[in-house]
């Protein structure tokens, strides 16, 4: 079973020429099969957890380990992280001009397995695929999210992840911008993947309307660059009842 060690995290960005420390020290272990929910409010570092896990240069670690069935994480570049089972759907999924969908997730799905898969089971895996997702067998020829909607962006992160079955998969404010159709699809694509039992999912979210369909074993509150408090799903519903108030004190920027 595939175990994300998260030990003693810190995580510092340049702003404004001065170094900013963001996380402060975050601790979390996620297995196989397993859905953590990290909710907290605007600017507590929740983003920044996400993209420092799948590398993006922009966030400079100071101190602490992340390992992947104990191999070490942070010494691994963004496509040997893919490579190894992480997977990040974005907040803000960026458009890739000249590279259609098709040919993306194929590229995606060869560089995960090792080996490309074979064109006719492919082609008939993707459209299933699609069409559990509502989408338009169209938007496979079309480039990268170029013209699509917030909603279709969202789903084409969570086609992704059908498709490809990380070991670990982190969900950065997967809800966001969507409606409420399109939350329900998306989140049934979510749970698709997670009834697989073999995928351990980290959703980051400040809303806790997601989790209405995606129910989560464990939920973290995150303020200030550090888990404040941890519990099951009954942390979700104090949440929605009596808000973040209490846990902030001051804050950071993600």
Known sequence: MAT????????????????????????????????????????????TLAYSLAGHPK?????GTVTLDGEDVLEMSVDERARAGVFLAMQYPVEI????????????????????PKLRTWVKEVKEAMERLNMDPAFAERNVNEGFSGGEKKRHEIL????????????????SGLDVDALRIVSEGV????????????L???Y?????????????????????????PELADKLENEGYESYTKGGVSA
């Open 97 to 116: 001009p000249g590279v259609s969908v098709s040919n993306f997730l194929r590229t995606s799905a060869t560089a995960v397995r090792g080996e490309a």
């Open 204 to 206: 980051i979210t400040h």
């Open 4 to 47: 994300l060690e998260i030990r003693d995290l810190h995580v510092s960005v340049e702003a404004d020429n001065a170094t900013k420390e963001i996380l402060k020290g975050v601790d979390l272990t996620v297995k196989q099969g397993e859905t953590h929910a990290i909710m907290g409010p605007n600017g507590s570092g929740k983003s």
């Open 191 to 202: 749970n698709r993947v997670r009834e697989s039992g073999e995928v351990g999912t980290l």
């Open 208 to 232: 806790t309307r997601i989790l209405r369909y995606i129910k989560p074993d464990f939920v973290h509150v995150f303020s200030a660059g550090r888990i404040v408090e941890s519990g099951g």
């Open 59 to 63: 966030y400079t670690i100071t101190g």
């Open 160 to 175: 992704q992840l059908e498709l490809l079955r990380p070991k670990i998969a982190i969900l950065d404010e997967t809800d």
